[in-house]
């Protein structure tokens, strides 16, 4: 069956330091997107993106996160200068529709990010 | 302003106790209201989609209906293994991007 399949699963970084997170969709699907989630708190959107450029994105991606589509298969997320509070697990999705259209998101196992 | 709200917030059955989980939401024009499980360390897999007042899904022990406020997630004769957090989304409004996602309802079944 196929699924997102999200590196490192674990990342420990020190504060100010540059994060990249990886994925790789669902093979068919069309529209990618980033959601975090802190420890004990809601599933909450960060980006979503199609065609190569974000669709829409939430007050919390700011200018520190930047998301790219490098080559056909990986999707990625940058945190340019991590802070404490960037400490969640970040979870990649993809689905063949747009989610609020009532596309179906298909999330990854996440990669749980620690800010030192 | 919170688009979902899940109740409750936790909920311990006894094998075989049937149950329903709530999910109201406030999102105008919906057009999805998403039911995933969520084991914990993991990610939400996905269960059902509703799309309009009236509709019902079923898979195994889980049945989820939607009304024009509501949604219930109705649980028959659990097992242990269907402890988990069950979350509820929604689309619409104003975005077409971004689901909303409630807080979730926490599932313990115990033998």
């Known amino acids: 069956e196929p699924e997102v399949t999200q590196t490192p699963s674990h990342q420990v970084t020190q504060m100010g330091q540059e994060v990249i997170l990886r994925c790789v969709p669902i093979?068919?699907?069309?529209?990618f997107y980033w959601y975090r989630q802190i420890l004990g708190q809601k599933v909450e959107f960060l980006v979503s993106f199609y065609n190569n450029e974000i669709s829409e994105k939430s007050e919390i991606f700011d200018d520190q996160f930047s998301v790219e589509r490098p080559d056909g298969s990986n999707f990625t997320l940058k945190i340019r200068s991590t802070k404490l509070e960037d400490s969640a697990m970040y979870f990649c999705?993809?689905?063949?529709?747009?989610?609020?259209?009532?596309?179906?998101?298909?999330f990854g196992e996440g990669s749980r990010l620690t800010v030192l | 302003e919170d688009q979902v709200t899940q109740s409750p917030e936790a909920l311990r059955l006894q094998e075989g106790e049937s149950s329903s989980l709530n999910c109201s939401y406030t999102v105008s024009g919906l057009r999805g209201l998403f039911w995933y499980r969520q084991d914990p360390g993991k990610g939400p897999e996905f269960l059902f989609t509703?799309?309009?007042a009236g509709e019902e899904k079923e898979k195994e022990r889980l049945k989820a209906t939607l009304t024009k406020k509501e949604s219930f997630l109705h649980i028959t004769a659990p097992k242990p293994e269907d402890s988990a957090t069950y979350l509820c989304a929604v689309g619409g409004g104003s975005t077409l991007g971004r689901l909303y996602f409630g807080r979730g309802t926490q599932l313990t079944v115990w033998p």
């Open positions: 509703l799309y309009s």
């Open positions: 093979s068919n699907h069309l529209y």
């Open positions: 999705a993809s689905s063949e529709r747009l989610a609020g259209g009532g596309g179906e998101l298909f």
